[in-house]
Protein backbone atom coordinates (compact mmCIF):
# COMPACT_ATOMS: atom_id res chain seq x y z
CA UNK A 1 0.00 0.00 0.00
CA UNK A 2 0.88 3.62 -0.59
CA UNK A 3 3.12 4.75 2.29
CA UNK A 4 4.52 8.57 2.84
CA UNK A 5 6.72 9.01 5.74
CA UNK A 6 7.97 12.61 6.65
CA UNK A 7 11.20 13.67 8.88
CA UNK A 8 13.43 16.10 9.15
CA UNK A 9 10.95 18.72 11.04
CA UNK A 10 12.10 20.80 14.78
CA UNK A 11 12.37 23.85 16.38
CA UNK A 12 14.53 26.21 14.54
CA UNK A 13 15.39 29.89 15.03
CA UNK A 14 14.55 32.95 12.47
CA UNK A 15 16.85 32.95 9.79
CA UNK A 16 17.77 29.21 10.02
CA UNK A 17 17.54 26.20 7.60
CA UNK A 18 15.70 22.82 8.00
CA UNK A 19 15.40 19.75 5.52
CA UNK A 20 12.66 17.71 5.05
CA UNK A 21 12.61 14.42 3.79
CA UNK A 22 9.28 11.91 2.79
CA UNK A 23 10.25 8.65 1.93
CA UNK A 24 7.38 6.90 -0.37
CA UNK A 25 6.73 3.41 -1.01
CA UNK A 26 3.94 1.51 -2.51
CA UNK A 27 3.92 2.68 -5.75
CA UNK A 28 6.31 3.38 -8.86
CA UNK A 29 7.96 6.90 -7.37
CA UNK A 30 9.46 8.03 -10.48
CA UNK A 31 5.90 8.21 -12.14
CA UNK A 32 4.11 10.58 -10.19
CA UNK A 33 4.36 14.18 -9.49
CA UNK A 34 4.82 15.06 -5.83
CA UNK A 35 4.01 17.71 -3.11
CA UNK A 36 4.92 19.52 -0.04
CA UNK A 37 1.87 21.44 1.97
CA UNK A 38 1.93 22.91 5.62
CA UNK A 39 -0.92 23.02 7.88
CA UNK A 40 -0.67 26.01 11.07
CA UNK A 41 -3.01 25.83 13.97
CA UNK A 42 -6.27 27.12 13.05
CA UNK A 43 -5.34 27.97 8.74
CA UNK A 44 -6.07 26.04 5.69
CA UNK A 45 -3.51 23.27 4.50
CA UNK A 46 -1.78 25.04 1.70
CA UNK A 47 0.44 24.16 -0.88
CA UNK A 48 4.36 25.10 -0.68
CA UNK A 49 5.88 23.24 -3.32
CA UNK A 50 5.82 20.64 -6.20
CA UNK A 51 7.88 18.58 -8.41
CA UNK A 52 7.07 16.80 -11.34
CA UNK A 53 8.03 13.19 -12.38
CA UNK A 54 10.73 14.87 -14.62
CA UNK A 55 11.88 16.85 -11.86
CA UNK A 56 10.32 20.25 -12.69
CA UNK A 57 9.72 22.18 -9.43
CA UNK A 58 6.92 24.71 -8.75
CA UNK A 59 6.97 26.74 -5.35
CA UNK A 60 4.19 29.00 -3.57
CA UNK A 61 4.80 32.83 -3.92
CA UNK A 62 5.68 32.74 0.03
CA UNK A 63 8.42 30.34 -0.23
CA UNK A 64 9.96 30.87 -3.92
CA UNK A 65 13.80 31.71 -3.33
CA UNK A 66 13.59 30.17 0.12
CA UNK A 67 12.86 26.95 -0.30
CA UNK A 68 14.09 23.89 -3.03
CA UNK A 69 12.40 20.48 -3.60
CA UNK A 70 14.23 17.52 -5.08
CA UNK A 71 13.37 14.67 -5.52
CA UNK A 72 15.88 11.17 -5.75
CA UNK A 73 14.08 8.84 -7.56
CA UNK A 74 16.63 5.97 -6.78
CA UNK A 75 15.98 6.22 -3.32
CA UNK A 76 12.40 6.98 -3.43
CA UNK A 77 12.36 10.45 -1.65
CA UNK A 78 11.53 13.91 -2.16
CA UNK A 79 13.01 16.95 -0.16
CA UNK A 80 12.56 20.22 1.09
CA UNK A 81 14.92 22.04 1.66
CA UNK A 82 14.32 25.49 3.55
CA UNK A 83 16.22 28.09 4.16
CA UNK A 84 15.99 31.60 5.60
CA UNK A 85 13.11 30.47 8.04
CA UNK A 86 10.52 32.69 9.36
CA UNK A 87 8.22 32.39 12.23
CA UNK A 88 5.36 32.66 9.69
CA UNK A 89 6.71 29.12 8.14
CA UNK A 90 5.46 27.34 11.65
CA UNK A 91 3.70 24.60 10.37
CA UNK A 92 3.38 21.38 9.70
CA UNK A 93 4.65 19.93 6.80
CA UNK A 94 2.91 17.24 4.50
CA UNK A 95 3.71 15.12 1.60
CA UNK A 96 1.56 14.09 -0.59
CA UNK A 97 1.02 12.20 -4.11
CA UNK A 98 -1.81 11.49 -5.97
CA UNK A 99 -2.70 7.96 -7.65
CA UNK A 100 -6.28 8.02 -8.53
CA UNK A 101 -6.69 9.67 -4.92
CA UNK A 102 -4.66 12.07 -2.86
CA UNK A 103 -2.29 10.38 -0.31
CA UNK A 104 -0.80 12.23 2.70
CA UNK A 105 1.62 11.39 5.21
CA UNK A 106 1.90 11.67 8.79
CA UNK A 107 3.35 15.32 8.65
CA UNK A 108 6.07 16.26 10.57
CA UNK A 109 6.41 20.13 12.90
CA UNK A 110 8.14 22.88 12.14
CA UNK A 111 8.63 25.54 14.51
CA UNK A 112 10.30 28.85 13.89
CA UNK A 113 11.03 30.34 16.96
CA UNK A 114 13.47 32.42 18.78
Known amino acids: QVQLVESGGGLVQPGGSLRLSCAAS????????MAWYRQAPGKERELVAT???????AYADSVKGRFTISRDNGKNTVILQMNSLKPEDTAKYYC????????WGQGTQVTVSS
Open 96 to 103: RVIIRTPY
Open 26 to 33: GFTFSLYA
Open 51 to 57: VSAGGSP
